[in-house]
């Protein structure tokens, strides 16, 4: 089943009177449970590409269907909405709220919604997420007292307490050492085979393109040859 | 939402350079306001203790009219109209005197004079105030508000004129006349009645204690001058008096025409002697000229009240209790439109009147008849009380509210009472009054038509100075918050700039735009609440010690007048601490509107731009 559908996108860039074409026409299917990446070189789109999926940007041309829905029929509110309920983002600067401490930044997505649990169940949702990507003796300690990797990791676990259907990760090592890329990708790995959430890296780190289960090679704004690996 | 709160409040403290800007801002711009309210509260409870212990009394009573008239001329000064006099003062002041909350009466009128000067160089305009020196010594303490610099007070029955400082020195330097007692001034006076002159003797100048006319022009002009000859220049000719003065004497002292009095031939000084000698050849003795400077109790314009219990609220009670005795509320009465059957009564006292036939025409033919009929009794009294009953049943039938009516009555009422016919016949508006309080029991009032005000409308507005003062504190006050404005606003957008990555990933992991409304709104209110109510309290802090220990006034200064005596002690009222804290509210949401606007449309996309 396809989570994400892309048909014929194209997205320019206004810079000034110039019109950047970041993307020329991407026709991709992102099928549920997917452990996969988007590579190529600088400037050649991923981000745009991301952001499309993410529902952050939109389109200049063509459809995005994003867990059934048209994205460019949506207004914000439900726009924003369709993102608090399908998507997380794990940000390449982590951009985490350097105000509240690691607890609540796992917590902080669960607060923008309804809630679905009682409050008890939320609190020990939030504990199991944070316990999994071990960070339970930190809880209490803001984002500028941890290591980049340990921030990635609250990144992580900010992205998939709502138990989203897809995950994107900007370059997610792009500010982490090898050491803890692979760490840090590997528990992802282990979160994809055992919640099946579907993960969406872009990347020109070979180490995560060796490791994922599917590569889209992008080149100048085009899916240059898709292919799973 | 709690979290947006914990946000908010952590965010004060982790942007301290922003929040020490907007807040230190909030708390001077408080801290002033607090300051200059009470400042302000208490310099025009100074002046207005100051005004109505020298010049107006708390309660000031005038006729019902349409003009708002002050001491010192009309509120928008358009001009010489003078203020008719009180209707059935006799009465009127018997209850006043009788009155438990009421200390003292006493009765002026004013209106401007020309100061003769001569033929050479333009007349000099003065007010004058015709008081009557018995209540009014005792009214004003005079001992104590003015000051007499040469010579005296009026006496009782005397006539004289006692002259203001500004009005000697004024005659002095630029008329190069000195004015002391015992010399006189030739007096002018206009009025619909014609044009008047009389040689008054100056008793004494003076000055006045605590008021100090800087800033009203007429203050500083006021002269007091005897009723009689007031009403004399003035045209106010008595209609109570039981023996009119001889004919010969109305057309010598109330000359209409001018050329009698300016033949060419004639110059002013002549003309004068000439009046008082033909007065002394043709009363023989001083007898009857005695009769004629007789004070009476009628013809006045105002009756100033000073309360045993001077504070506001009893000042606000007592006026309504005496609006409500004198059965006429102005502003309802203006407000309703609703008609009295005594002004009807007053009005139709003759079916020969045009607005009588103009009632008339508004009745039904059923009505009519029975008016006709009634024209036919010969008992003027019994021909009232029908009239009455007729108008009665027909502004029943139009509920009271009929408009066209009611300005057809009233406005007659008004041009017949007060313009066109001052010698109204106030023997059958008695007996017209006597037949309604039949009818109608409610009605029983002695004076008809009177307006009870406050020491301000006595004063007028121009001359309460917290007007000017408050105009300029607060073209200052918005100046101050305009700048404070755009610096909070300035900072705000700056810091929301700044955050412009965090804004952007709240939005994008699902954030509404609302969040981010209430976030940075919130955060605004709190630095404002926070440091607005550090800045109040410093303020009150600063006004409870200053009202302690007073800050005294000089002799003399402007400052005593503000104080309405020797030192202001500025105290805290509760409306202030409220305005305060309402503009406090008001300066956040206003300043953080803009700011927040523009964090609402930071679009999710720029999570990703985050350095
Ligand atoms: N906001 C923008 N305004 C104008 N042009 C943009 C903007 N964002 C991206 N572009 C342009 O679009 C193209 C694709 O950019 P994008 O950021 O998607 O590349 P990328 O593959 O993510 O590169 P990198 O690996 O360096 O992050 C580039 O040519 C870039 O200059
Ligand atoms: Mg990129």
Redesign the interface.
């Known amino acids: 089943m396809n989570v994400i559908k892309l048909e014929k996108v194209k997205k320019d860039y206004l810079l000034g009177k110039v019109t950047v074409p970041a993307l020329r026409g991407v026709d991709l299917n992102i099928e549920m449970g997917d452990f996969m990446s988007i590579a190529g070189p600088s400037g050649s789109g991923k981000?745009t590409l991301l952001?499309l999926i993410?529902c952050?940007?939109k389109s200049t041309e063509g459809n995005i269907i994003v867990d059934g829905h048209n994205i460019n029929e949506l207004n914000?509110?439900d726009l924003?909405?369709l993102?608090?309920?399908t998507v997380?983002?794990i940000?390449?600067?982590f951009?985490l709220?350097?105000?509240?401490n690691i607890y609540?930044n796992v917590e902080?997505?669960l607060?923008?919604?309804k809630m679905k649990q009682t409050k008890k169940e939320q609190n020990e949702w939030i504990n199991h997420i944070i316990e999994a990507v071990g960070l339970s003796d930190r809880k209490k300690h803001r984002p500028n007292e941890l290591s980049g990797g340990q921030r990635q990791r609250v990144a992580i676990a900010?992205?998939l307490v709502?138990q989203p259907k897809i995950v994107l990760a900007?370059e997610p090592t792009a500010n982490l050492d090898s050491a803890t890329s692979e760490i840090i990708i590997d528990l992802m790995q282990k979160i994809n085979e055992n919640e099946k959430t579907t993960f969406v890296f872009s990347t020109h780190d070979p180490m995560i393109v060796n490791m994922v289960s599917k590569v889209i090679p992008l080149h100048d704004g085009l899916i240059a040859n898709p292919s799973g690996v | 939402m709690p979290v947006l709160l914990k946000i908010a409040i952590r965010n004060v403290f982790a942007h301290k350079i922003k929040t020490l800007i907007v807040g230190s801002l909030i708390f001077i711009g408080l801290f002033l306001m607090v300051l200059g309210n009470s400042f302000l509260d208490s310099t025009s409870k100074g002046i207005q203790r100051a005004y109505s212990n020298s010049v107006t009394g708390e309660i000031a009573i005038l006729k019902n009219i349409d003009f708002d008239y002050s001491l010192f001329g009309t509120w928008n000064n358009i001009g010489n109209l003078s203020v008719p006099v009180l209707p059935d003062l006799k009465d009127t002041l018997t209850f006043l005197k009788n009155h438990q909350d009421i200390e003292v009466v006493t009765p002026v009128s004013s209106n401007m004079l020309m100061v003769n000067t001569g033929e050479s160089s333009p007349d000099f305009w003065i007010m004058g105030m015709a008081v009557d020196p018995e209540s009014y010594r005792s009214f004003f303490d005079i001992e104590d508000t003015l000051i007499l610099l040469e010579g005296r007070f009026l006496n009782p029955g005397e006539e004289g004129i006692v002259v203001s400082s500004f009005v000697a020195e004024y005659l002095l330097d630029y008329k190069g006349i000195e004015v002391h007692p015992g010399d006189s001034l030739l007096l002018n006076g206009y009025s619909a009645n014609g044009f008047r002159i009389r040689e008054v003797p100056v008793r004494g100048i003076f000055e006045y204690q605590y008021v100090k006319g800087d800033i009203y022009p007429m203050l500083p002009r006021t002269c007091f001058i005897d009723q009689q000859n007031f009403n004399v220049l003035n045209g106010i000719v008595s209609k109570q008096d039981d023996t009119p003065p001889p004919q010969e004497i109305e057309d010598l002292l109330f000359n209409d025409s001018m050329e009698d009095l300016f033949s060419e031939t004639i110059e002013i000084g002549t003309a004068v002697n000439q009046i008082e000698t033909d007065l002394e050849s043709l009363l023989g003795d001083m007898s009857v000229r005695h009769e004629l400077s007789r004070v009476d109790n009628s013809d006045w314009q105002w009756l100033l009240l000073s309360l045993k219990n001077k504070d506001d609220a009893s000042v606000k009670a007592i006026r309504a209790d005496l609006e409500e005795y004198f059965n006429i509320s102005y502003s309802s009465f203006r407000e309703k439109n609703i008609l009295r059957p005594v002004q009807i009564a007053e009005t139709m006292v003759s079916p020969q009147d045009p607005e009588f036939s103009y009632i008339s025409s508004l009745l039904t033919e059923k009505e009519k008849k029975s008016l006709a009929s009634s024209l036919l009794v010969s008992d003027k009294s019994a021909l009232t009380t029908q009239i009455v009953s007729i108008l009665t049943s027909f502004l029943e039938r139009e509920e009271l509210y009929n408009e066209e009516a009611f300005r057809g009555i009233y406005f007659s009422s008004i041009t017949k009472n007060l313009l066109h016919k001052p010698q109204k016949d106030y023997e059958l508006i008695r007996r017209n009054r006597l037949i309604l309080e039949e009818i109608y029991p409610f009605s029983l009032s002695p004076g008809p038509d009177y307006m009870v005000s406050e020491w301000w409308h006595a004063a007028s507005p121009m001359s309460t100075t917290t007007v000017a003062i408050k105009a300029v504190m607060n073209f200052a006050l918005i100046i101050i918050f305009i700048v404070v404005i755009i610096i909070i606003m300035n900072t705000l957008i700056i810091s929301v700039m700044e955050r412009t990555g965090e804004i952007g990933t709240m939005r994008a992991i699902g954030g509404q735009k609302r969040f981010i409304f209430y976030l940075f709104t919130l955060e605004t209110m709190t630095i404002s609440l926070i440091f607005g109510t550090l800045g109040m309290l410093a303020g009150a802090f600063v006004i409870t010690i200053l009202g302690r220990m007073g800050i005294p006034a000089p002799d003399g200064s402007i400052l005593q007048m503000i104080a309405g005596g020797n030192s202001i002690h500025p105290e805290l009222s509760t409306w202030t601490i409220s305005f305060s804290f309402f503009f406090m509210l008001f300066v956040g949401i206003f300043s953080s509107l803009y700011p927040v606007i523009y964090a609402m449309k930071i679009q999710p996309v720029e999570a990703m731009r985050q350095e």
């Open positions: 981000t952001n993410g952050i940007d914000d509110y924003t909405a993102r608090h309920r997380g983002f940000f390449q600067t951009n709220i350097p105000v509240l609540e902080f997505p607060l923008l919604g900010r992205a709502t900007d």
